[in-house]
């Protein structure tokens, strides 16, 4: 169970978490968002300009704070690690008081036709430049680079900082809770990949859309690609017992869970058979699971 630490937090409040970066916490805590979505003004704290990643949900209040923590520079790039409504909602406002471009992730192909969870995306979102992984946005004394990281969405980009080695990890990794993986945008062969890619980078820090700043990044992958594959292995274990629903799968898998997440626990396993599915390990039919 995840434990929210208590009120007050610091809504609002421009906190310096290193010399480059000021964080402003958003307004809007939930199961999903812990304490709130975190927004980080990336840039020197005297100098001419800076960028803005995850302006966050489109509240008054919240961009007013962001706009504080600028403090009169000029905003070079609003920049979104993804569109879920809790991350990029703020940036068409921002954009228009400010006149700063928004560059980063892509906009999601929404598919009119198929289920795709539709409800959790931002359709206002409407970049002015899409980043491509390895791609950067260069101010006065700091380049932020694009990291492409699919998998908890499809269009999920990470911002690597490289005056410090920072990198802004958005929802693909963060310390207070697993990223969430809903099928069919969110892709759990995709995500496993995208965590063994920052395996493979030295990042010093993370700083993550939601919760506290994570000192130890690799080891805390390390234990997330570990977490992954136990509850793979432990759905292939359930499966070889007897066919299952995903319901009944997520009643064995988590037990004690939080009434409020188990539409996500599902989403979650079954984000695992599909990806089980493609590698040929299982099989479907009329709801139901299995071993082949
Ligand atoms: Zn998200």
């Given at each position: 169970m995840v434990t929210i630490p208590p009120?007050?937090?610091?809504?609002g409040l421009a906190e310096a978490v290193e010399p480059l970066v000021l964080r402003v916490l958003a307004p809007n805590p939930s199961p999903y968002t812990f304490t709130g979505t975190q927004t980080y003004v990336v840039g020197v704290a005297d100098g001419p300009d800076c960028a803005v990643i995850d302006p966050g949900p489109n509240e008054a209040e919240h961009i007013a704070a962001i706009i504080a923590a600028v403090a009169?520079?000029?905003?070079?790039a609003i920049m979104c690690t993804h569109t879920h409504r809790d991350h990029s909602p703020a940036a068409a406002p921002l954009a228009e008081m400010t006149g700063a471009p928004i560059v980063g992730c892509a906009p999601l192909m929404l598919q009119v036709a198929g289920p795709r969870s539709d409800e959790a995306f931002d359709p206002t979102y409407s970049p002015d430049r899409v980043l491509a992984d390895g791609e950067a946005m260069r101010g006065t004394g700091w380049t932020l680079t694009a990291v492409a990281t699919p998998g908890h969405t499809s269009n999920h980009l990470c911002f690597a900082l490289e005056q410090s080695g920072a990198l802004f990890t958005g929802d693909h990794v963060m310390g207070w809770s697993t990223s969430v993986v809903i099928p069919p945008d969110g892709d759990m062969g995709d995500y496993m990949a995208s965590l063994e890619k920052l395996m493979a980078r030295d990042d010093v820090r993370y700083h993550s859309a939601h919760g506290a700043a994570i000192e130890k990044p690799k080891q805390l992958v390390r234990g997330m690609i570990g977490h992954r594959r136990q509850r793979e292995a432990q759905i292939l274990r359930l499966l070889g017992e007897a066919p299952r629903a995903i319901e009944s799968l997520v009643d064995e898998m988590y037990k004690?869970?939080?009434?409020?997440l188990t539409g996500a626990a599902g989403m979650s396993v079954k984000a695992h058979l599909l990806d089980l599915l493609k590698r040929g390990r299982v099989a479907t039919s009329d709801e139901e699971w299995s071993l082949r």
């Open positions: 009120q007050p937090w610091p809504t009169g520079r000029t905003i070079t004690g869970l939080d009434p409020r």
